[in-house]
Nanobody
Framework: QVQLVESGGGLVQAGGSLRLSCAASGRTFSRYVMGWFRQAPGKEREFVAAINWSGVSTYYADSVKGRFTISRDNAKKIMYLQMNSLKPEDTAVYFC???????????????WGQGTQVTVSS
């Protein structure tokens, strides 16, 4: 069993930055692929970024590539999402999730956090 708690969301102006954190419980945190997803009102949940167990391999959605950076600290059991050059279209609830392989499919992620709201004003 893995429990995930996101934090770091908030209101920011376009062009600004935020860093999201995802704190995990469970002894096997370091074995899992971790991912970030987001869901805007009226839209389906979409993939943002994922990172493998060691942090060496990462994968990003085209919409955030070059602006967002995913990382993890296995000793602290925390995953991060550094978001720079934010745009109004980045406004969404951001969720962290745990899975077995790096994939963009929500169905492959077994555990989810409750989400944190990110709002980018124009």
């Amino acid at each position: 069993q893995v429990q995930l708690v996101e934090s770091g969301g908030g209101l920011v102006q376009a062009g600004g930055s935020l860093r999201l954190s995802c704190a995990a419980s469970g002894r096997t945190f370091s074995r899992y692929v971790m991912g970030w997803f987001r869901q805007a009102p009226g839209k389906e949940r979409e993939f943002v970024a994922a990172i493998n167990w060691s942090g060496v391999s990462t994968y990003y959605a085209d919409s955030v590539k070059g602006r967002f950076t995913i990382s993890r600290d296995n000793a602290k059991k925390i995953m991060y999402l550094q978001m720079n050059s934010l745009k109004p279209e980045d406004t969404a609830v951001y969720f962290c999730a745990v899975g077995g392989v790096i994939t963009t499919s929500t169905a492959e992620y077994r555990y989810w956090g409750q989400g944190t709201q990110v709002t980018v004003s124009s």
